[in-house]
């Protein structure tokens, strides 16, 4: 019986320890501890394709944020994607929000190209030149019927 025990408790604390471990491991994951402020950015797209909350934000490859928001203007039927960027990144006004994939079947991402002007985008407002999503049906849709 005390070997009973013995193997009971080492099963508990091994349990225990891999839990803990576990919950450090996915909330540093998810950025809980380390933070990172950000400014939101609204774009207007006639076409988002398979965007999502969660998607990354890129500039030149590198990842400076994610998309934390999409609904529907009610007033004009397009799709308001909001992306959160690191508050040091100072992007212009004048910069491109286009919709990527990663690959043919890969996840999409907003690609920023960025412009030329001095002042920066500031919290809340809206990018000027987006560019829709293009999906490859359309694409062999145009070449066929065409």
Do not use: C, H, R
């Not at 005390?2 to 839990?19: A, D, P, Q, V």
């Not at 039927?77 to 100072?90: C, D, H, Q, R």
């Amino acid at each position: 019986m005390n070997k009973k025990i013995n193997i009971e408790l080492i099963l508990g604390l091994l349990i225990l320890i891999i839990s803990a471990v576990s919950i450090f491991y996915f909330s540093s994951k998810i950025n809980i501890f380390n933070k990172i402020e950000t400014f939101q950015i609204n774009s207007n797209f006639f076409d988002i394709g398979n965007m999502s909350i969660g998607n990354d934000v890129k500039i030149s490859g590198v990842k400076v944020g994610e998309v934390s928001n999409i609904e529907l203007d009610k007033e004009n039927f397009m799709a308001v994607v909001t992306s959160s960027i690191e508050k040091n990144i100072k992007i212009p006004n004048d910069s491109t929000f286009k919709i990527s994939n990663n690959g043919f079947i890969g996840s999409s991402y907003i690609e920023i190209l960025l412009g030329n002007s001095e002042e920066p985008i500031k919290n809340n407002d809206y990018s000027v030149n987006n560019i829709d999503a293009v999906s490859l049906e359309e694409i062999i849709n145009n070449f066929i019927f065409k």
